[in-house]
């Protein structure tokens, strides 16, 4: 008597504490660009399809060969079409320099809040060089405003990822080539302490500068320019390579209205994020919380109590837009569980709440009800199921755009 009553107890709480309604596969395509996307280039209109004889609408050609800038069917990011651009030693000058870019028009307007979601995939023969050069760049705006150097520009140098940030270099890792970089750059063009940067390298925040001057001056914002250009090919420096090969695609460019999830390429909740550690608020000595991110679905964590909680730390701040959670007794019962997410650990905001299918004990994915945020630490709390107060999850995840 004392047990059927327990389970009848556990199934009138459950259905009091949460609503049903698990989510129970991958992350679907965004539909159109929403309204705060101002140009999306991902070469899959025929319109824009305009290389090698000319940019795109809205764009400018900066390349003086028939190979500088050419629409490709592979390798793609983002649909079946991708732009190739290739630099040689040898090519002519243009602009004042040996480049091969597509650029925006000098029309940004001063104070400008902008976001830019593009990828980059560096061709195999992408090999290190003694000379850097740079990939994507912001420009300063072209009459009234200081010259020199970019106020921003992603570069490769020395066989890396760089930012050149108003001449800081901000080091993001070793680069490789035949991949594809998911990359999202947001600014808030300032000439005083207002401004802001942040940069997003596939899904995980690497860059966050708060209250900094991010250009020079002038009666405009900077403007965006992507594909190849390198100095020292046109001052004589020294380099080692003679060519140059990337490709370019998932170009998305927002203005204040949008969100990192509007021009991100990854455009579905799919990406696995990796999980750095895990703890929990409770757990018996035999099923520690280790137990559920050791990818063996015969070990589990086990924690008693209604609210007992396993925390995931995905080791940095990232866009996370959903969870992958496997329940020990997972095709016998199902559990009711809340998740929250944190960018310190301390502060936490719940993204989603439901219920296990109570049919498989393999990974189920879950996604966040509001779409994707920057999170480092995802909280799984258990509430209920039909047996015992005991949670018990043999293996979670994260997962990132």
Request: proline share 5%.
């Amino acid at each position: 008597m004392r047990r059927s009553r327990l389970r009848a107890w556990l199934v009138a709480v459950a259905s009091t504490v949460l609503a049903a309604g698990v989510t129970l596969g991958p992350g679907q395509p965004a539909a159109a660009d929403p309204a705060g996307v101002q140009r999306t280039l991902d070469w899959e209109q025929s319109s824009d399809r305009t290389l090698p004889s000319a940019a795109p609408p809205q764009f400018i050609k900066q390349w003086a060969t028939e190979y500088g800038a050419t629409n490709a069917t592979g390798p793609a990011r983002d649909g079946s079409y991708a732009a190739r651009f290739e630099l040689r030693k040898t090519d002519p000058v243009v602009s004042s320099s040996k480049r091969a870019e597509i650029s925006q028009r000098d029309e940004q307007p001063v104070g400008a809040e902008r976001w830019y979601g593009f990828s980059i995939n560096l061709a195999t023969t992408w090999a290190h060089d003694t000379s850097a050069e740079i990939v994507s760049q912001w420009h300063q705006c072209d009459v009234g405003c200081p010259g020199g150097s970019p106020p921003l520009a992603l570069l490769t140098d020395e066989g890396r990822w760089k930012i050149d940030f108003r001449g800081q270099f901000i080091d993001l890792g070793p680069y490789t080539t035949g991949v594809w970089v998911d990359w999202v750059f947001h600014v808030t063009w300032r000439t005083d302490s207002t401004g802001l940067l942040q940069v997003w390298k596939n899904g995980e925040r690497v860059v966050h500068r708060a209250g900094v001057a991010t250009h020079g001056g002038g009666p405009k914002s900077p403007y965006f320019k992507f594909g190849i250009y390198k100095w020292d090919w046109n001052t004589g420096a020294p380099s080692s390579v003679t060519q140059r090969v990337l490709h370019h695609d998932a170009l998305r460019l927002g203005d204040e209205r949008a969100t990192y999830k509007d021009v991100a390429p990854q455009r579905t909740c799919t990406r696995a994020a990796a999980v750095a550690s895990a703890s929990a608020t409770t757990y018996e000595p035999s099923s520690p919380p280790a137990n559920a991110i050791d990818g063996d679905l015969t070990t589990r964590w086990s924690g008693q109590g209604f609210g007992a909680a396993l925390i995931l730390d995905t080791g940095a701040v990232r866009q996370l837009c959903g969870a992958t959670v496997a329940w020990h007794r997972g095709n016998l019962r199902w559990n009711d569980y809340t998740i929250h997410a944190s960018q310190d650990g301390v502060s936490y905001t719940k993204v989603w709440e439901g219920r296990s299918s109570g049919t498989t004990t393999a990974p189920e994915t879950v996604l966040f009800t509001a779409g994707s945020l920057d999170a480092r630490h995802l909280k799984i709390s258990f509430w209920a199921n039909p047996e015992n107060d005991w949670a018990s999850i043999t293996e979670a995840g994260a997962l990132g755009l």
